[in-house]
């Protein structure tokens, strides 16, 4: 089949003097024309990779859930913590009557929990204790199934990172490609119009020469009058989708730029036919888009959270030790200290909790069947995605072919009726209908061309063919993506078991 290439410029001529640009207004247009950086495909996706916001944030994201895995698991780590207080008493108060009478003025030597006062005792204005404590979590069933599930969190934050690259590149992709639709169909109108202002100029030198009447000149001016505002509509959806395309890019506002573009695109609408099996495409999503792979995340999760609040049900025991030093409470030297080691051991169960802990375990279970739920509806979307890009990539292929010769039967078509009314043979209406199925023709082929890239470029979305991964980012891909958990084929369910019937 023959590569249709649409060959467009990246400005047209202004017509007419209501269009006409001033002299320095258009050299200053020129100028920042030349200076809006120029994007290739491949630059302008690589661009996005790097600065798009949704990317940056899916990023930070990552970082963010491997902050909770180092928060959570330290719980199960030990903890040192060492203190240390200083103490002062006004002599005034130290040995009291009042404060005998009242034991109100005793010095507790590093929360020992032991108190000197009475009358006639030698006490120390000035008190410090040291103290050295660690801890170490022996069991505790929540803790260790919550640091399991924060694994899970991490996952799921990359394949959503994943998710992003990969609806990002398509978004590009299209914007990208509507540039150069919006240029091209600029192109189109431009040639309408100077096809109609040569209608008009031809139809001004017969009327002048008396051949035909003065109708003909007030029909071609309409009709010129009537194109130009496409023309018009043409530019400003050229810059809009520059400004958006930009947007996408992570691209600031440049104030030197002033009214002139952001970028400038290079490249040209193409048909490169692609035939794909639908069944096969289907397959291929389910096992290759992230985003039934953080689903799958979320379902890992939710078990583990049902553990968690399981835990509620079982004993916890903690561990303690540590090096105390306290001052004397009689004596002002300050060598004379206790000093000694302490051990510990904790346990706690709650027998009875009034329901509490089994009111957390019937939220979780119904927060995993809801995970459950969404997976399998996420299965659905995949597959309901797939069908739509196919059935899209059907159309625009059919449209191009349809179409594929329409542009040359409507120039010919154009020609044999200027060449009629130059015999005498037509009408100056066949002249302008045929212009105007030109102009036709050729927007319906660029649209159909856009149409077809762009539905292509969602077709590999869907697939999870919109781009290859080296599986490795900041060390968290190699864990999740090595794990076969996370295999979405058809033959498994939410909680990656084989499915009975593979075809459900």
Not at 137 to 159: K, P
Not at 237 to 244: E, H
Not at 453 to 476: H, I, K, M, P, W
Request: aromatic fraction near 8%.
């Amino acid at each position: 089949m023959r590569k249709f290439l649409v060959l467009v410029t990246a400005t047209g001529m202004l017509v007419r003097g209501s269009l006409a640009l001033a002299g320095s207004e258009q050299a200053g247009a020129s100028a920042h024309r030349r200076s809006a950086r120029r994007f290739t495909l491949d630059q302008a996706i690589i661009t996005a990779l790097q600065q798009n916001p949704d990317i940056l944030r899916s990023k930070q994201e990552i970082e963010r859930t491997k902050g909770v895995v180092l928060e959570i698991g330290a719980q199960a780590l030990p903890h040192v913590s060492p203190s240390a207080a200083l103490t002062w008493t006004d002599p005034k108060l130290v040995g009291s009557s009042f404060s005998s009478a009242t034991g109100g003025t005793g010095l507790t030597g590093g929360g020992t929990g032991g108190e000197v006062s009475g009358t006639g005792t030698s006490q120390t204005d000035t008190a410090y204790a040291i103290r050295i404590t660690g801890t170490q979590l022996i069991f505790n069933y929540s803790t260790f199934r919550s640091i399991r599930g924060t694994f899970f969190q991490r996952d799921s934050a990359y394949f959503a990172f994943r998710n992003s690259v990969d609806q990002v590149i398509a978004t590009v992709k299209t914007q990208f490609y509507q540039v150069i639709l919006n240029r091209a169909l600029i192109t189109v109108q431009e040639e309408a119009v100077h096809l109609l202002e040569s209608q008009l100029k031809d139809q001004q030198n017969r009327f002048e020469a008396g051949t035909v009447p003065r109708f003909n000149v007030l029909q071609a001016e309409v009709a010129l009058s009537n194109q130009i505002p496409n023309l018009i509509s043409a530019r400003n959806a050229y810059r809009i989708s520059q400004l958006t395309l930009a947007k996408t890019l992570g691209l600031d506002f440049d104030p030197l730029r002033g009214v002139g573009p952001p970028l400038e695109v290079v490249g040209e609408l193409t048909y490169v036919p692609r035939d794909v099996p639908l069944t096969a495409a289907i397959e291929l999503g389910k096992e290759r888009r992230p985003f039934l792979k953080q689903a799958r995340a979320n379902v890992l999760n939710a078990i583990e959270q049902v553990h968690v609040a399981l835990g509620g049900f079982l004993p916890n025991f903690t561990s303690s030790g540590g090096y105390e030093i306290f001052s004397s409470p009689l004596s002002t030297n300050w060598n004379d200290t206790s000093k000694g080691f302490v051990f510990g051991l904790t346990g706690n169960w709650a027998l009875w909790d009034s329901g509490e802990t089994y009111g957390r375990v019937k939220q979780q279970r119904a927060l995993l069947s809801e995970a459950k739920i969404t997976y399998d509806d996420d299965v659905r979307q995949v597959e309901l995605e797939v069908q739509q890009a196919y059935s899209n990539l059907q159309q625009d292929r059919e449209l191009i072919q349809s179409t594929e010769k329409t542009v040359e039967q409507a120039q010919e078509a154009e020609r044999l009726a200027k060449a009629r009314l130059d015999a005498g043979a037509g009408t100056q209406l066949d002249v302008l209908n045929s212009q105007v199925q030109l102009t036709t023709a050729q927007s319906t082929r660029l649209q159909a061309l856009f149409g077809y890239n762009s539905a292509l470029a969602e077709f590999d979305r869907v697939t999870g063919a919109q781009s290859v991964y080296t599986e490795s980012f900041n060390s968290v891909a190699p864990r999740a993506t090595r794990s076969t958990i996370y295999r979405t084929g058809s033959g498994t369910t939410a909680t990656e078991k084989r499915r009975e019937n593979s075809s459900k």
